[in-house]
């Protein structure tokens, strides 16, 4: 077992025994409980517009924002919240827990950066520091992969969520090496130009976010479920047809009153980018078998990717029910 699949395994078992914690601001009610396990940036704008649609077709949702994406997947686990964001594969095969996804949100679209004061390439990482978003995340998954394949062992891997946070980070002085999202990448070569450098990553094709739910809580709230599956598509499809539109839906559902102007002026240059990334038909089963693919190679998950089932981490319900009525792109 390699140390990138220890500590998901220690990752998965922690969550496993912190059940018992009470997490912040999640508790027991009727609403619709979504534990996010990040900040609400320009990144996410886009799903806070699909859940404020969702509201209005009925659904009462409750969002709350935690420190991580471990605390969500506990939330979950627990059933301090009902629907969780993030990817829980390592948890799932690990401890067996009665949760699934149900929709992919984002596809993996981030870019390892090194201060060129320090590094310049992927084997002057050996025995140095980075730092990735969270314990179980898709970037760390892509550094873990990176260091394999380049022969090259990191001395520690911090762990900093936000990629805005990592980028500020970056542009500080406080971190050398990271990986960050493309509105973290223009950021870097607008203030900076010259001073980082972005590795090469080669083809990737996984999972960054999905959402993910006790097998229980879906069964029983089919209609809720796919009202907010409905809004997501429905909403990552308009905004991949024209970035523009995240800009009308944050002035519409008055969305992140507290950015700034800079963050502003980024929200189309960053959906124009993201929009390759956006996942039109929710992922699937497709997507389950890139996720195989992708996740065992980093060690996230054991096995043969041949070997394991969709089933066993996805409930396809809610998904292929919005799918039949809306149709795919």
Sequence with gaps: MNMFARRM??????????????????????PMRIAFGDIATVESLHLL????RAKEKGVEID???????????????SGQADIGIGGPY?????????????????????????????????GDLDGQEVAVHSRGSGTEAIMRLMADKNGIAYSNISYVPGAEVRTGALLQGNVKATIVDSSGKRVLEKEAPGKFAFLPLGEVSATDEALFANTDYLSKNEKDVEILVEAILTTWREVAADPKAAIALRDKYKLLPDATPDMIADIEPYFTEAAAALPLNGGGEDAAKDDFEFYTVSGALEGKATDLKVEDFWDLDALNAVLAKIGTK
């Design 63 to 77: 969002v709350t924002y935690l420190k991580s994406e471990d605390i969500a997947a506990q939330a979950v686990v």
């Design 90 to 122: 390592a948890l799932l095969q690990k401890v067996k827990a009665p949760i699934r996804i149900f929709l992919q949100l984002s596809k993996l679209q981030f870019y390892p950066v090194v201060n060129t004061e320090f590094y310049k390439e992927w």
């Design 9 to 30: 395994r220690a990752s998965a078992v922690a969550a496993a025994l912190c059940l018992s914690a009470m997490v912040p601001g999640v508790a027991s009610a009727d």
């Design 49 to 52: 517009a699909a859940i404020e």
